[in-house]
């Protein structure tokens, strides 16, 4: 049974069906992120307030701070093993036709992993109690950190990068799940396509509102 | 043509390989790319040098056998072509054609261009094959099929086991290879009793020969020779998850 758990389409089994539920994750941020544009600070921090509390939420929470582990660790495992099965590299680089956004996922899944830590430092660390900041305000600590150049150009190129890791990832997803089709295959490509214009889109539009405009 | 070739040359398995570099005069376009090495060999054994080892057997593209990596290609540039298919005619008078053999830690190299591909073959003992006497051919109309499966199924039975598709993966993945014998198997009656043991045995065999896990690239597809397509991974997933 172990061996059926841990075969290499088992793993990207459940690598998938993780990052499939970080995609459903992604567009409730970018709504509650929203709420940044407004003037008045009290319509995010309730939301935040609310995400931090409400019973419900903490559950979904685990179970996407479980999914992120697992994408990430069995991300890794499958990269390190797919770098032992060629041993000795071709002297001539490979020039078989390919999608960069699959071959390339690895590193921009780091870069995002990056993002993510630097992230977690700056809300949801502080909101466990584990690093010092205002939990009460976190509409200001956002104001403040997009005002930070460097953090904009962070912020925006991380967000390029994980729409290059977003239009790979629901397609890829969907064909390790089994699912493709004549036709609804092309329909997934274009939905991966808008999914991953649109998502670090709208990110990338409230962080240079703030930094630009506000 | 005259052109220039560095080709890989590796005296055995554990012995450390390094490129050596041939050139070649008069050879004709029309020439295969195999004719090609041939003329290459017997001007090496005419100055009483060791030839290249490649290798090859039909000659006609359905063996598998002659699988090289042309120019950071499997099976050279042109699609839906296998090395001995290659004519001399697609490289330009004058150009360097690097010459290497498959690379993944389950192709060990055995000498210059040859590859142990056995773990192929392991994978097949392990479960490619309907283990009942399938007796004389059965009159057509007793078994139905549906034309599209019974295309399909023909569609991946094609593939011949060559290794392109391990060779241009970047994880050197085995995917599209057993992908085509699965769903060769399992859309037809005959493979569906011993589908799931099947699908357990030749995955759980592709593991343990060392293969890289498929990330959908498509690199395998768009390489392989018989242009097997990346929906029979898909099926083979789906083979996988209902054998659960």
Redesign the interface.
């Known amino acids: 049974m172990n ?2 758990l841990y ?7 459940v690598m998938a069906l993780a990052g499939s539920f970080l995609l459903l994750f992604l567009p409730v941020h970018l709504g509650i992120n929203l709420l940044l544009l407004r003037e008045d600070p009290a319509p995010f921090n309730q939301a935040a307030h609310f995400m931090a509390t409400f019973p419900l939420v903490k559950i979904v929470e685990i179970v996407l701070l479980a999914a992120i582990a697992v994408h990430i660790i069995w991300g890794i495992i ?1 990269q390190i ?2 770098w ?16 960069a956004f ?2 390339f ?2 590193w921009t899944g780091g870069t995002i992993l990056i993002f993510l830590v630097i992230h977690f430092f700056n809300f949801y660390f502080i909101k466990l109690g584990l690093v010092e900041g205002n939990a009460d305000n976190f509409y200001s600590v956002a104001h403040q950190l997009f005002r930070i150049k460097g953090y904009l150009i962070l912020y925006l190129v991380c967000f390029f990068l994980l729409g290059i890791h977003l239009y ?1 990832a629901f ?2 997803a969907c ?6 089709h ?1 036709i609804w295959t092309p329909v997934v490509k274009l939905f991966s396509l808008i999914y991953a214009l649109l998502i670090p889109s709208g990110f990338a539009y409230i962080a240079l509102s703030i930094c630009f405009f506000n | 043509m005259r052109i220039k070739l560095k080709i ?1 040359r590796q005296k055995d398995a554990v012995s450390k390989g390094s ?1 050596a570099t041939y050139e070649l005069d008069n050879i004709s376009p029309e020439m295969s790319f195999l004719e090609m090495l041939d003329a290459l060999n017997k001007s090496l054994v005419e100055k009483s040098l060791e030839p290249v080892a490649f290798d090859h057997d039909c000659r006609e593209g359905i063996c598998g056998s002659c699988g090289m ?1 042309i ?4 099976h050279g ?1 042109v699609k839906g072509l296998t090395t001995c298919h290659l004519s001399m005619r697609y490289f330009k008078d004058g150009e360097t054609i ?1 010459i ?1 053999p498959w ?4 192709f060990p190299v055995i000498k210059d261009l040859i590859v142990d591909r056995s773990a192929f073959d392991k994978i097949m003992i392990a479960g490619g094959f309907i283990s009942v006497s399938a007796g004389a051919a059965p009159e057509a109309n007793s078994v139905n099929v549906r034309k599209k499966n019974s295309d399909a199924a023909f569609d991946s039975s094609i593939c011949i086991g060559c290794g392109a598709c391990v060779a ?1 993966c ?4 085995a995917m599209l290879f057993i992908s085509a014998k699965i769903s060769q198997y399992s859309l037809m009656p005959q493979g569906r009793p011993e589908a799931k043991e099947r699908v ?1 045995s030749m ?2 065999e ?2 343990k020969q ?10 395998c597809e ?2 392989c020779p018989k242009q097997i397509k ?2 029979n ?6 083979e ?2 209902k054998a ?1």
Not at chain 1, 7 to 13: L, Q
Not at chain 1, 175 to 180: I, P
Not at chain 2, 170 to 173: P, V
Not at chain 2, 210 to 219: I, L, P
């Open positions: 061996k059926v075969s290499s389409i088992s793993k990207k089994f499958l093993q797919n032992m099965s060629r041993p000795v590299r071709y002297n001539v680089r490979n020039r078989s036709e390919t999608s699959s071959k996922a690895f790979h397609q890829s064909q390790t799940l089994g699912l493709n004549r | 890989w490129f990596y120019n950071g290609y499997p540039p690097v290497e690379r993944a830690k389950a241009s970047k994880n050197a993945s357990m995955v759980s592709m593991d060392g293969f890289g896990n498929c990330s959908n690239t498509g690199a768009s390489q990346l929906v991974i898909a099926r083979l997933n789906r996988y998850f659960f």
